[in-house]
């Protein structure tokens, strides 16, 4: 096995300083694959030295140019999905038809900045004095430093290079190391395109290390993050120590509500697609159902049939519908969550126990009577399972659905436009979908409330935070 991937600065692939290595593995074999290339400090330094080069050419390239430089890197996506989505498979267990949706998705997210990008526009304000013209410039903030994680290592990173990009901005991202591999085609793409050396920057390493030398370093100008809460509130602290704007994406445990006049059918159906996509290694992934006690019998019952018959195999047979968990840590902290709450008198209506010795697969779960204490009802379950409750009334809805530090995605089933635009103001987070799960398209926000973050990575929204506005008041009197 020699499967190395490298670092990117300065439009080059190389080694690190060192020349040391992290290997990464196939989840569904628990097999190295892989080798993934160590930054040091000298070749952070050099990261940060073109991003510093690499903004001052991007920076006063047009936004038609920088549109087409997108736009162009985006096809070279597209056209190289049949290889890239298999990397991603067997370094991250997706199943193939999910990795394909993530490389198409990533190739859409570009190219929509591509677009966004070009309309970043200043105002004139009106003057209160007859010889005095005030404007409003908007110019990209300056380098930045984007930090992606692995279980959407192709669409979150896009969604970080397009906005930089399409900003004017330079990035340097760090990348996953357990995925290192697809995002490497990615940032391939990108440099096919044309893209000016130094514009676009790629690291692995030690995590901490590589945060701990780049949110603090004078060229940054701004931070994104997607990951923990745990993690991006020490992050979002460096960054406001240096005074570094920053975008968090955190952690959630998103309430998804089953009203008693809903379609049940439909909903057991997309819930349960929603729920156990990518293994339940989604930041958006529905954990609490709360469900109205007329209808908690037959939904749960639908739940569990639709659960139990899932496909669980290696992610790249075309007739798995879920595969591995992406390491074994996560399969530890499943068999934790689910023992502390059986350990609570809480129910298994199925799953709930790893499958087989090799790789690191774990049976779709469903739990119910589940105390408020577990620790599944309080910590993001990342994972693929899910607890049940019931609900009488709205008001005791909402107090529980509203009751964790996160807020960042919420879900609700209801035949009533009444009751849909109750659960629209009543939920503390920054996105409520209801009677689908319609959330990360490029064009609309995506970003959460409270412990969830701050900050959006999709819609027009997401450009901001790589924009200054820089207002100029230009007197014409001699």
Not at 346 to 375: C, H, K, M, Y
């Amino acid at each position: 096995m020699d499967n190395k991937v490298q670092l990117y600065i300065d439009g080059a692939w190389r080694d690190g300083a060192s020349r040391g290595t992290l290997d990464f593995w196939d989840p569904a074999t628990g097999q190295v694959v892989g080798r993934v290339a160590v930054a040091e400090r000298d070749d952070l330094e050099g990261a940060c030295r073109a991003a510093d080069k690499g903004f001052r050419q991007w920076r006063v390239t047009s936004a038609v140019e920088r549109s087409a430089f997108l736009r162009q890197a985006a096809a070279l996506i597209r056209e190289r999905s049949a290889e890239i989505a298999p990397l991603l498979t067997r370094e991250q267990g997706k199943p193939i038809t999910q990795a394909r949706q993530e490389v198409n998705s990533s190739a859409d997210i570009l190219e929509w900045f591509a677009e966004e990008g070009r309309r970043t526009y200043g105002r004139i304000i009106p003057s209160r004095a007859q010889d005095v013209r005030l404007s409003v410039i908007r110019e990209p903030v300056g380098p930045v430093a984007s930090f992606s994680p692995w279980n959407f290592p192709l669409a979150q990173a896009a969604r970080k290079i397009g906005a930089a990009l399409a900003s004017g901005c330079s990035v340097i991202i760090k990348g996953p190391e357990e995925t290192p591999q697809a995002l490497a085609h990615v940032i391939g793409a990108l440099h096919d395109a044309g893209i000016p050396a130094g514009v676009v920057n790629l690291v692995y390493g030690v995590p901490s290390d590589i945060s701990s030398f780049l949110i603090p370093h004078p060229v940054i100008r701004k931070i994104s993050f997607t990951g923990s809460t745990v993690i991006g509130k020490q992050l979002a602290a460096m960054a406001g120590a240096h005074m570094k704007r920053a975008t968090m994406e955190l952690g959630g445990h998103s309430p998804t509500l089953v009203f008693e006049d809903a379609n049940l059918e439909r909903a057991a159906d997309l819930l349960t697609d929603f729920k156990f996509r990518n293994a339940g290694q989604v930041c958006t992934s529905p954990a609490r159902i709360l469900i109205q006690d007329k209808v908690y019998g037959e939904f749960k019952s639908k739940l569990v049939e639709r659960a139990a018959r899932l496909k669980i195999g290696n992610g790249s047979e075309e007739s798995t519908q879920m595969g591995p968990l992406a390491n074994p840590r996560r399969v530890q902290a499943m068999e934790a969550l689910i023992q502390d709450a059986i350990d609570q008198n809480a129910s298994l209506a199925t799953g709930g126990r790893r499958i087989g010795n090799q790789g690191n697969f774990f049976e779709p779960t469903i739990l119910e009577d589940v105390p408020q204490g577990a620790r599944l009802m309080n910590e993001e379950p990342f994972g693929p399972v899910m607890m049940l409750q019931r609900f009488t009334d709205f008001e005791s809805m909402v107090k529980e659905a509203n009751r964790l530090p996160y807020g960042l995605a919420a879900y609700a089933y209801t035949r009533s436009a009444r009751t849909a635009a109750m659960v629209s103001e009543a939920m503390e987070s920054g996105m409520v979908s209801i009677n689908h799960h319609g959330l990360g398209l490029p064009e609309t926000p995506f970003g959460g409330v409270k412990d969830s973050g701050f900050g959006s990575e999709g819609g027009p929204e997401a450009m901001e935070p790589y924009l200054v506005s820089k207002f100029v008041t230009h007197s014409l009197a001699d």
